[in-house]
């Protein structure tokens, strides 16, 4: 019984240690990829603005 309960605490702080460890590094992921994401929409914005003010142009 006291095994059980010994490895149910480990296993516990096992969750608390991973989630202080990869929680921070999963929120940098999602931060990179919706910056990311932001940046591509801005360069199509951005290319589709500059044919538009091309094909004006000729």
Do not use: E
């Not at 202080?20 to 940046?39: C, D, E, F």
């Not at 591509?40 to 094909?55: F, G, L, P």
């Amino acid at each position: 019984m006291q095994v059980i309960i010994f490895l149910l605490l480990h296993l516990l702080m096992l969750s608390l240690y991973w989630r202080k460890t990869y929680g921070p590094l999963a929120l940098k992921l999602v931060g990179v990829l919706l910056r990311s994401a932001n940046s591509t929409k801005v360069k199509n914005d951005h290319s589709r603005k500059c044919s538009k003010i091309i094909s004006n142009i000729m």
